[in-house]
């Protein structure tokens, strides 16, 4: 008995120090900060752009890295992240970069719960958050829709739709009364139950490359309007 109360012991604080250890990067402000260290400066007239976001965003680059090869374009992605920890992460990962625009696409985790319960008005105030930073440090910002999710495999049940349609419409609004650009994937790729179908996702949230080639030009025209303004 007493050794099963040691093992027992044991095993929660060894539970609490892995758990207390991640509380300690919660932003996970550690993924990319060797990476920023050895970038180098921008040199004169190059038009860096990073990319922020979630796995959407640093799945592209895993599954289409050709859409990224030869261009000034930085990926700052991270898997399952919400808005709350990208925007820890935001100086850090975007505006030490010095980038001439940032294109952002978040909300997506934030309304699947993944670090807690989150009401749309809480997603856009983080978004702006971060444009705001970004339109501070002279950074173009491009806003992009959260793509369409019918239900999220990992959490089902939610039923996400209606939520991201609401979410969209407010970063819209947001653009068009600041001046950023909305970089709308939503209407693209949607489809008839106002989610993401196969053919773009496999699993209904994770664009495919097929879902990416729809996603490219799209970021391209953004990339350029942004750059011309």
Request: net charge negative; hydrophobic share 40%.
């Amino acid at each position: 008995m007493k050794k099963f109360k040691t093992f027992m012991l044991a095993a929660l604080l060894s539970t609490f120090s892995a758990n207390y250890g991640n509380a300690q990067d919660w932003p996970n402000l550690a993924e990319f900060q060797e990476a920023n260290s050895t970038l180098e400066t921008p040199k004169e007239g190059e038009d860096r752009v990073v990319f922020m976001g979630n796995s959407i965003t640093i799945g592209w680059i895993n599954s289409r890295p050709e859409f990224f090869e030869g261009k000034p374009w930085v990926n700052r992605g991270i898997s399952g992240q919400t808005t709350p920890q990208m925007l820890v992460r935001f100086r850090q990962d975007v505006i030490d970069l010095n980038p001439k625009v940032v294109v952002l696409l978040a909300g997506t985790n934030d309304i699947a719960g993944n670090t807690g319960p989150s009401t749309i008005p809480m997603i856009m105030d983080n978004i702006k958050g971060m444009a705001e930073m970004a339109q501070a440090n002279d950074i173009k910002v491009i806003l992009s829709s959260t793509l369409p999710a019918y239900d999220y495999p990992w959490r089902t049940g939610l039923e996400p739709a209606p939520k991201i349609i609401e979410l969209n419409k407010m970063i819209k609004a947001y653009c068009d009364a600041k001046g950023h650009i909305y970089l709308d994937y939503f209407t693209a790729m949607v489809d008839e139950r106002n989610g993401l179908p196969k053919k773009y996702a496999e699993d209904e949230v994770h664009p495919t490359v097929a879902g990416y080639k729809v996603m490219e030009p799209l970021a391209e025209a953004a990339i350029s309007q942004a750059l011309q303004e």
